[in-house]
């Protein structure tokens, strides 16, 4: 269901450069700005298409997939609500080389290519916003890559339940299955990790839901370093 323009408006006024820009510039930002809903595994943005702007995930959750020559899929990243993606893109002006697809019913919001490079080029708290965005990202990726090599199931399944992901959340809306989709494994594998974390004392499990219960032991785990009672 579209949750309308007004809350699109409220959740672009929230954001820290917003207040800064120009009163023209905010109203041109609030009146070409557009939306795109989803329901659970439709394809919002399609990979090798030329991307339209910068985006945020109004609700919902997504995922970020790319396709090998070969038909491997890889899902490098989600994205909860409130978070924005995709601005590597539009700074290169290249087309999209990953597939955006819903996780449940999702809305995305799109601050088009003009609007974004003229923010960037003129709005110095813009920047220190992207700069921010692009070193989260990037701290992101290299997690990703170090755990794909070094880490076991569990600890990939703790890692992707930690700040570095969820940032300021301790009570995460997220189904095993969506889980498993972000992590790229599968739904057992993650059930008997969460239920072993659980036994850990770093997390409660509830139908739709995971608590972190502890924060530093959670990250201790995903790092190798031993926590809680053993399973």
């Known amino acids: 269901m579209m949750i309308g323009r007004a809350f699109a408006h409220q959740f672009l006024a929230a954001q820290p ?3 800064t820009v120009p009163a023209d510039l905010r109203e041109r930002i609030f009146s ?6 989803g329901d659970k ?15 945020a995930v109004l609700s919902g959750l997504v995922k970020l997939q790319s396709c090998s020559t070969d038909g491997d899929l890889s899902v490098f990243l989600g ?17 999209r080389r990953y597939d955006v697809i819903a996780l ?3 809305e995305i919001l799109c601050v088009p290519n003009a609007l974004f490079n003229e923010l960037r080029l003129t709005s110095l708290p813009f920047n220190y916003s992207l700069v921010s965005q692009m070193n989260r990202r990037l701290g992101q990726a290299m997690a990703i890559i170090e755990a794909g090599r070094t880490r076991s199931p569990e600890q990939r399944v703790a890692l992707y339940l930690g700040r570095l992901f969820w ?3 301790r009570n995460i809306r997220l189904t095993q299955e969506e889980l498993a989709n972000l ?12 239920h072993s974390l659980a036994h850990r004392g770093l997390v409660k499990v509830e139908f739709g839901r995971i608590t972190v219960l502890d924060e530093s032991g959670l990250a201790d785990h995903s790092m190798g370093k031993a926590s809680g009672p053993q399973p």
Request: glycine share 12%; aromatic share 10%.
């Open 167 to 169: 940032d300021g959340l």
């Open 183 to 194: 992590v790229g494994l599968s739904r057992q594998t993650v059930n008997k990790s969460l």
């Open 41 to 55: 595994n439709n394809v919002l943005l399609p990979a090798g298409e030329k991307t339209s702007g910068w985006y």
């Open 32 to 37: 070409e700005v557009s939306t795109l809903a």
């Open 79 to 95: 994205v909860p609500a409130g978070e924005w993606f995709g601005e590597g893109t539009v700074l290169k002006a290249e087309a």
């Open 17 to 19: 450069w917003f207040a």
């Open 104 to 106: 449940r019913e999702t």
